[in-house]
């Protein structure tokens, strides 16, 4: 069992940064793929960026590619994603979640663990 606690929302301008943070406990935090996901109002919930275990693989969705960076630190047990450039379609619900295993993937189905999620809501 993993439990994971995102950290980090808020309402921020457009235009403005905030950093989510993860904190995971339970098995070996090495062994997960790590990633962040979001979900807006009225909308299903979509996959935003991924980490594998060494940080030698990272993907990041379009639409936040180049404003959004996903990183890990393994002796916190923690995973960040540090979001700039904001824009109120960036407002959602924030959940981490981590992946059993080695193969990265956008898809949700494929994590096993999930956070309650943290909101982010961005003002024009």
């Known amino acids: 069992q993993v439990q994971l606690v995102e950290s980090g929302g808020g309402l921020v301008q457009a235009g403005g940064s905030l950093r989510l943070s993860c904190a995971a406990s339970?098995?070996?935090?090495?062994?997960?793929?790590m990633g962040w996901f979001r979900q807006a109002p009225g909308k299903e919930r979509e996959f935003v960026a991924a980490?594998?275990?060494?940080?030698?693989?990272?993907y990041h969705a379009d639409s936040v590619k180049g404003r959004f960076t996903i990183s890990r630190d393994n002796a916190k047990n923690t995973v960040y994603l540090q979001m700039s450039s904001l824009k109120p379609e960036d407002t959602a619900v924030y959940y981490c979640?981590?992946?059993?295993?080695?193969?990265?993937?956008?898809?949700?189905?494929?994590?096993?663990?999930w956070g309650q999620g943290t909101q982010v809501t961005v003002s024009s």
């Open positions: 980490i594998n275990w060494g940080a030698s693989f990272v």
């Open positions: 339970g098995q070996t935090f090495t062994n997960y793929i």
């Open positions: 979640a981590a992946r059993a295993g080695y193969a990265m993937t956008r898809l949700e189905g494929n994590y096993d663990y």
